[in-house]
């Protein structure tokens, strides 16, 4: 099979595929005991206090995303504000307004990061917005959004604060009590580097306890999980058992490996080599190397006629390598993915293969392709 160079799922370890040949009974106690580990190693790495609690939630990411757009935010009166500059941002929106909850949104176009003036313009000028939701690493472009610095400007305000994080956490630093983070929700299938099958949802112990009976689903409603996790140590409903377990290797191996640090040096590096060996084809970026973070790379399609992008795509599967379409709204672009148990050798193989496939599909002329 290809090395996924993907936002997920990815190319996972040895250690992780063989976690999962063992079967483990959802109510086995051994099972519970990793659960709990799991549990207590997220809320670790986000730097929770006490007062946070995990949440799993089998399904994927937008799984986790849904429980926590229909647990926690308002459903009359007051309005949730969700910062586009995506399709993630947008699929919040949607979800929202599928559930019939009041939203606002701040559109920043799919490559433009929203600034904290932009955000604090639009909370002044709507007074009824009492929740805001952004998106750490939004993967359409592959930009990190200034999190940080938005949640500062905001501090002092009622304001409960929800972070999409799915493909930044465990490579890009988070600090949930510093920066006053409400909730966070993330996935097992991103850069802790386990398989799909659940995500998670860490969030203030009092913003969970203030949901019993608010969300719309019985499936997604995070305060029951909560509750029946808190006291059992089992989940409601047939848990992933296997992605389980193959997360706790993940996680073992991460520790083991150096943690974030080094998590995010090694994907830094593999993004600095793959874009510069694209450059150096002739083949453009969409963002800057200030606005690109180590996830996910954004190139503009080549204009030369030869080019297309799935005759491109199985050329490069054929040899080794999976990459992923492009999701801008407005140029037409291809991504590559620079996550998952992937290293130099790895990106040194898919440059060579792409540099052949150019090759072979005679494309000569790579200037951007004008949508």
Known sequence: MPYLLTPGP???SRGVKIAMLADYGSRDVEFREIVKGIRVSLLDLAHCGPNYECVIMQGSG??????????????KRYKTLVVCNGAYGERAAKILNRLGRPVVTLDKGDSEAPTPEDVVAALNADRTISHLWLVHCETTSGIINPIEAICKAVQGRALTIMVDAMSSFGAIPIDMTGWNIDVMVSSSNKCIEGVPGFAYVLVKRTVLEESEGHCHSTVLD?????TVLQRTGQ????????????????????AHAGGLPARSARYKHNAELLVKGMRDMGIETLLSDDEAGPIIQTFLTPRDPNFH?????????QRGYAIYPGKLTKRPSFRIGTIGQIDEAVIRGALAAIRDVLAEMKVADMHPLES
């Open 10 to 12: 990815l190319t996972t």
């Open 62 to 75: 937008t799984f986790a995303i849904e429980a926590a757009l229909g647990s926690f935010c308002p459903t």
């Open 222 to 226: 995070l305060y029951e999980q909560w």
């Open 235 to 254: 989940f409601r409903f047939t848990p992933p058992t296997h992605a389980l377990v193959a997360f706790q290797k993940a996680l073992q191996e991460y």
């Open 309 to 317: 992008f799935e005759t491109f795509y199985e050329a490069l599967r």
